[in-house]
């Protein structure tokens, strides 16, 4: 069955960086675009970021633009979240999403999410 496991998530400090990790499995990871999203307490989860098959563009929502930068490897089936210069407004659960569409369907997978929390 299709796994997308998120990991990496944790405590730091304003101004600090964590990096996240999702392994996918089950699924045909290269034809997948991966995305980020996150939910706050008491918010609608949000699209964060997203990189296209074979990391061919990438998009940033204004919030963690110049501060975030999303990548991916297709040989490890993994795609990453580099944040940096955080924020204790980046405090959420961040997810880990694949979507693409074939035969007329929309194949839309997720993570459980990991909790990153960004507090002095």
């Known amino acids: 069955q299709v796994q997308l496991v998120e990991s990496g998530g944790g405590l730091v400090q304003p101004g600090g960086s964590l990096r996240l990790s999702c392994a996918a499995s089950?699924?045909?990871?290269?034809?997948?675009?991966m995305s980020w999203y996150r939910q706050a307490p008491g918010k609608e989860r949000e699209l964060i970021a997203t990189?296209?098959?074979?990391?061919?563009?990438?998009n940033y929502a204004d919030s963690v633009k110049g501060r975030f930068t999303i990548s991916r490897n297709d040989a490890k089936n993994t795609v990453n979240l580099q944040m940096d210069s955080l924020k204790p407004e980046d405090t959420a659960v961040y997810y880990c999403?694949?979507?693409?569409?074939?035969?007329?369907?929309?194949?839309?997978?997720w993570g459980q999410g990991t909790q990153v929390a960004v507090s002095s």
């Open positions: 089950g699924i045909t990871f290269s034809r997948y675009a």
């Open positions: 999403n694949a979507r693409m569409t074939a035969w007329g369907r929309l194949l839309d997978y």
């Open positions: 990189i296209t098959t074979a990391g061919g563009s990438t």
